[in-house]
């Protein structure tokens, strides 16, 4: 069995993310394939006995922390700030000494800022797997992530770096992965050529499916997402101005959910409900009627559309939320881009319970075919057999 070499940014646990997903998931299937070793930045004390179910050895060391001097060091070397937070001499010399002591057929850096570890003269293929177009992300929420005027402009100039940066990195890639058609979209015709889109997969074991014959019965529709990621907060605050002069079927609660939704500063109308973090994800999709993806950003991973369709969850959502997933409007979902639009989907939920139930239908048989697990491992499969 060949060897991997796979590259981890950040903690994975509580697995509370959809970038978090995305490595879990993949290395599930990673290591159906490859013996897999793991090295990276953790500063949660339990994620080795985790990663070890997918890894053969893993290697974590304790994350960057840079004060605010090193990086205005860094900007007047032209390195982006991101790109040095990564950088870790311990990491480094781990690496060599694995791939001194062992025969690497791949090494795959899970965001772009650890591809800086791929070494020159490195023989096996480099693989690049990226959960967005990282300067286009800074760029759409630069005031939501940085408030103050001062830190704004610095890291406006930063961006000029990152960019260069991510331009040149790719060079040093054999295969470069984008979660989504959306995303790819974001790239130059030539940068295209070294990428593929690897879409998410899930762990369909995980989730329960329920009919809509069953669901019907519940009120509550869930707006779940990990509200510390500005597009999520961003949509959120459209929705509420959409809907803030509408009024509201009586039957109908909306819930917001998830990571960081205690901290939201909202104008909550009647009939909205923060309902905070859940560690057990499955028991939201079990108790939604259905799910509101109110997105207006493109990119990222929207596992949490993947993760619905397979708990039989219908799916609310805006063009761009449902974007280069390969779901159709009225098929797979109901889209809607205005307040007035949601109402009206809504008023398909109650009315019209054999056509959900039909979409639900559709959209599992869509999930099981091209999210799962063994549809990953076959595209990564037959990825490789190519090179």
Known sequence: ?????????????????????????????????????????????????????????????????????????????????????????????????????????????NEIFLAQYFPNNFKGLKVLDRQKIDSLYIRDVLKELYPGKIKRSLKRFDLKNLKDYERNIIDKCDICFLPSDQDMANLTSEEKKKYEVLHNSINLNKYTFISYNERKKLNGISIFANWEYPPNTQGLKWFLKEIRDLTLPDHLILNVEGK????????????????????????????????????????????????????????????VGAEGLGIVPGEHYLMFNSGKQFLEKVKILKNKPESIDKMVQAAYKLVKENFSGKSIEKFLTDSFKKR
């Open 260 to 319: 960081g939704s205690e901290e939201l500063r909202l104008k909550v109308k009647s009939g909205i409900n923060i309902r905070g973090y859940a560690k057990e994800i499955t028991q939201i999709y079990n108790n939604a009627r259905a799910m509101i993806v109110p997105l207006n950003t493109g990119g990222g991973t929207r596992l949490k559309i993947m993760e619905a369709l397979a708990s039989g969850v219908p799916v609310l959502s805006t063009k």
């Open 1 to 109: 069995m060949k060897k991997l070499l796979y590259l981890i940014p950040y903690s994975i646990i509580p697995t509370d993310s959809g970038g978090k997903k995305r490595i879990v998931n993949n290395l599930r299937v990673l290591s159906r394939l490859f013996e897999v070793q793991v090295v990276g930045f953790s500063g949660n004390k339990n994620e080795e006995s985790v990663l070890k179910s997918f890894a053969e050895s893993v290697t974590l060391i304790e994350p960057n922390k840079l004060t605010n001097f090193s990086k205005l060091l860094f900007l007047s070397t032209n390195t982006p700030v991101t790109l040095s937070e990564f950088y870790s001499p311990i990491l480094e010399k781990i690496i060599k000494n694995i791939l001194a002591r062992d025969y690497i057929d791949i090494i795959w850096a």
